[in-house]
């Protein structure tokens, strides 16, 4: 069987399966290919809103740690009987457990209530370009375990995922943990609502590639498929830089170029799920033009010092650390590329900055780890360009962004199946 034949391929637009007939990004009216169509919105049943308060009692003592019952109806704005019965019902699921009395109040002492995050677990999966990492993480997002792994980006998705199941499931194996859904972050344009990569362009292969319901397959549980930048934004949310922030903007700049908007605590996707990418926006002067990622990634900035007559180093390998430290030492060619690349980043970033209005905006990535020789030039060039007060700062957790984006967004549907094993257990 060859491998097109195994892969789950989103239909075309003309209702055939197969790859995009642009191999970098399909046109603009076939981006959304794989949507569920539009449909009328219901009033919320009953159940719904059982479901709801289920779903927002669980997220409080997930952020809390501990609470009792009236603590909960506090924290939650949920009425005090239904807070109760909310908790009695996770109780009873084995979801929460009784945690011991608190002392020195007047009168009963409460009942302290933990949430158990030991009654399931997630997987969180980084599919870069050159590498696979995965973390094993319990229902809190503790880590349980971890497994990396390099890649071959000319490896097509049956590959990569044969290598992921494997991976995966040794790390279940060596832990005894039982998993409950999956959270991707891979590089392109993804449909999330559907599951489908819809085109990546450094990795070959994958075009309307159904890899959620590849690893639904595989694992058999929910699979949630996020795009990398976008789960980093969600990451550095949770995590890192942009904690407290509803509405953020994070630049990721290595060997490309995006952005993830996150508006009112949600992932902005845009009508075709490519809102972010600002990799394509021309940039420069007639004469002297190209494209954002040409000036603005590691490589740009590489390509440019040596169009300007950076001189490569002895062993012929030049390096955007290389550069930086020239650039440091005053050889005028990697200070004009640098500068190049700077104004090109403050650009994307600030024709976002004027449309979002954020209150911070992240910068990750690998030419991030220059630190200061990155970041100041680029907050300043930014105001520069928008009079918007906005503070610029780098990402808190590097490189492991997209993995703690993808462990969230694996924790948030779990906690649906988690609500599905209550609701079940009721009606049994």
Same mark, same amino acid.
């Given at each position: 069987?060859?491998?097109?034949?195994?892969?789950?391929?989103?239909?075309?637009?003309?209702?055939?399966?197969?790859?995009?007939?642009?191999?970098?990004?399909?046109?603009?009216?076939?981006?959304?290919?794989?949507?569920?169509?539009?449909?009328?919105?219901?009033?919320?049943?009953?159940?719904?809103?059982?479901?709801?308060?289920?779903?927002?009692?669980?997220?409080?003592?997930?952020?809390?740690?501990?609470?009792?019952?009236?603590?909960?109806?506090?924290?939650?704005?949920?009425?005090?009987?239904?807070?109760?019965?909310?908790?009695?019902?996770?109780?009873?699921?084995?979801?929460?457990?009784?945690?011991?009395?608190?002392?020195?109040?007047?009168?009963?002492?409460?009942?302290?209530?933990?949430?158990?995050?030991?009654?399931?677990?997630?997987?969180?999966?980084?599919?870069?370009?050159?590498?696979?990492?995965?973390?094993?993480?319990?229902?809190?997002?503790?880590?349980?375990?971890?497994?990396?792994?390099?890649?071959?980006?000319?490896?097509?998705?049956?590959?990569?995922?044969?290598?992921?199941?494997?991976?995966?499931? $040794?790390?279940?194996? +060596?832990? !005894?943990?039982?998993?409950? /859904?999956? *959270?991707?972050? %891979?590089?392109?344009? =993804?449909? &999330?609502?559907?599951?489908?990569?819809?085109?990546?362009?450094?990795?070959?292969?994958?075009?309307?590639?159904?890899?959620?319901?590849?690893?639904?397959?595989?694992?058999?549980?929910?699979?949630?498929?996020?795009?990398?930048?976008?789960?980093?934004?969600?990451?550095?949310?949770?995590?890192?830089?942009?904690?407290?922030?509803?509405?953020?903007?994070?630049?990721?700049?290595?060997?490309?170029?995006?952005?993830?908007?996150?508006?009112?605590?949600?992932?902005?996707?845009?009508?075709?799920?490519?809102?972010?990418?600002?990799?394509?926006?021309?940039?420069?002067?007639?004469?002297?033009?190209?494209?954002?990622?040409?000036?603005?990634?590691?490589?740009?900035?590489? $390509?440019?010092?040596? +169009?300007? !007559?950076?001189?490569?180093? /002895?062993? *012929?390998?030049? %390096?955007?650390?290389? =550069?930086? &430290?020239?650039?440091?030492?005053?050889?005028?060619?990697?200070?004009?590329?640098?500068?190049?690349?700077?104004?090109?980043?403050?650009?994307?970033?600030?024709?976002?900055?004027?449309?979002?209005?954020?209150?911070?905006?992240?910068?990750?990535?690998?030419?991030?780890?220059?630190?200061?020789?990155?970041?100041?030039?680029?907050?300043?060039?930014?105001?520069?360009?928008?009079?918007?007060?906005?503070?610029?700062?780098?990402?808190?957790?590097?490189?492991?962004?997209?993995?703690?984006?993808?462990?969230?967004?694996?924790?948030?549907?779990?906690?649906?199946?988690?609500?599905?094993?209550?609701?079940?257990?009721?009606?049994?």
């Amino acid at each position: 069987m060859t491998e097109a034949s195994q892969l789950h391929r989103a239909p075309s637009a003309n209702g055939r399966g197969g790859p995009s007939p642009d191999p970098v990004y399909p046109p603009a009216g076939e981006l959304g290919r794989g949507t569920p169509p539009v449909v009328a919105r219901r009033a919320a049943r009953p159940s719904h809103i059982k479901e709801i308060n289920l779903l927002i009692v669980l997220d409080a003592f997930r952020t809390a740690g501990t609470l009792s019952r009236a603590a909960v109806a506090r924290s939650t704005g949920i009425s005090a009987p239904t807070a109760s019965k909310s908790v009695q019902l996770l109780l009873d699921a084995g979801l929460l457990v009784e945690d011991g009395r608190d002392a020195g109040n007047i009168g009963k002492p409460a009942t302290r209530i933990r949430f158990n995050a030991s009654c399931g677990a997630v997987l969180g999966i980084d599919l870069g370009g050159t590498h696979l990492r995965i973390r094993l993480s319990d229902l809190s997002g503790g880590i349980k375990g971890r497994a990396v792994e390099a890649i071959d980006p000319e490896a097509g998705p049956v590959e990569i995922l044969a290598r992921i199941t494997e991976l995966g499931k $040794r790390l279940l194996e +060596e832990t !005894g943990q039982s998993v409950m /859904a999956i *959270g991707l972050a %891979t590089p392109g344009i =993804v449909n &999330t609502e559907a599951g489908i990569v819809i085109a990546a362009r450094n990795l070959k292969g994958w075009h309307d590639v159904s890899i959620g319901r590849m690893l639904e397959d595989a694992f058999g549980v929910p699979a949630v498929v996020e795009n990398d930048v976008n789960a980093a934004a969600l990451g550095e949310r949770w995590h890192g830089a942009a904690r407290g922030h509803d509405s953020f903007l994070f630049v990721s700049i290595g060997t490309g170029i995006g952005a993830g908007l996150v508006l009112g605590g949600e992932i902005y996707r845009g009508t075709h799920f490519a809102a972010g990418e600002i990799n394509l926006l021309p940039v420069g002067v007639p004469g002297d033009a190209g494209f954002l990622e040409d000036r603005g990634s590691g490589p740009g900035i590489i $390509r440019r010092a040596l +169009e300007l !007559g950076f001189v490569r180093p /002895a062993n *012929g390998r030049t %390096t955007t650390d290389g =550069v930086f &430290t020239a650039a440091a030492a005053g050889d005028e060619a990697a200070r004009r590329a640098i500068a190049d690349g700077v104004d090109a980043i403050a650009y994307g970033a600030g024709v976002l900055i004027a449309a979002m209005d954020p209150s911070i905006v992240v910068l990750g990535g690998g030419v991030t780890n220059q630190g200061d020789a990155i970041l100041r030039p680029v907050a300043e060039a930014i105001g520069n360009i928008v009079r918007l007060r906005c503070e610029v700062v780098l990402s808190e957790l590097g490189v492991d962004a997209q993995l703690h984006g993808a462990v969230f967004v694996g924790l948030k549907r779990a906690d649906l199946a988690l609500v599905d094993r209550v609701r079940t257990q009721v009606t049994e």
